[in-house]
């Protein structure tokens, strides 16, 4: 991150004063644009054949072969389930069902580039105009927090397939990132889920960001 700097010269208490107001703002306005840009939502890609998928029985089965009997998919098909009920496709056991939707969770850690400098606002003084000035140095660090900058990106797949002639009708894909130790991977899943099949089918071959 760059380093960044105010320099202020005053000769007086009243400039002094607006001097560390300017601070306050300065400092203010970083921390919202950091904040700012940690939050980027869920990012939600849909195509489809803008063919009407209406209220039906629908089974739900595992993109990965090795995952269909582990506790973090059953939790995960548990939670497309109930976002895929919400638009009237009802899960039934078996795979009686001529709609399946085939589900996968990817979860990977990330590790940011080498941290630069802190940002640091700075006050400095020196010699302005015939009345002098005030000397004066200092230096807010910004952005120095937690060592640990590490970040998941967790993404959810989903495909509704009708079984008999094998087409794709339908697929999503929703991503989320999100800083290390914040939400466990089934409360992002939750999150994804809900993005995914929110306006569902939504508009086909565009990406949106979800909040």
């Not at 495909?159 to 991977?185: C, D, Q």
Request: charged share 15%; with cysteine.
């Amino acid at each position: 991150m760059a380093e960044c700097a105010i320099l202020v010269h005053a000769d007086d208490n009243a400039m002094n004063n607006r001097v560390l107001c300017l601070v306050a703002l300065g400092l203010l306005t970083l921390l919202t644009a950091c904040t700012t840009a940690g939050s980027k939502g869920t990012e939600v890609t849909r195509f489809h054949l803008s063919k009407p998928i209406g209220p039906q029985p629908i089974n739900i089965e595992a993109a990965d072969n090795n995952s269909p009997n582990s506790l973090a998919f059953s939790s995960y098909s548990n939670i497309v389930a109930a976002e895929l009920k919400k638009i009237g496709l009802e899960q039934v056991p078996g795979d009686s069902a001529k709609l399946v939707a085939i589900v996968g969770v990817t979860r990977n850690v990330q590790q940011p580039p080498p941290k630069r400098s802190a940002v640091s606002i700075g006050v400095g003084g020196g010699s302005y105009g015939s009345r002098g000035g005030i000397g004066a140095g200092v230096n807010v660090p910004v952005g120095a927090g937690n060592s640990d900058d590490s970040v998941f990106v967790t993404t959810l797949d989903v495909k509704l397939i009708e079984r008999e002639s094998n087409t794709v009708t339908w697929e999503g894909n929703a991503m989320r990132t999100t800083p290390s130790g914040e939400g466990s991977a089934t409360a992002v899943v939750q999150q994804l889920a809900t993005a995914l099949f929110q306006d569902f089918p939504g508009k086909s071959g565009t990406t949106v960001t979800v909040n």
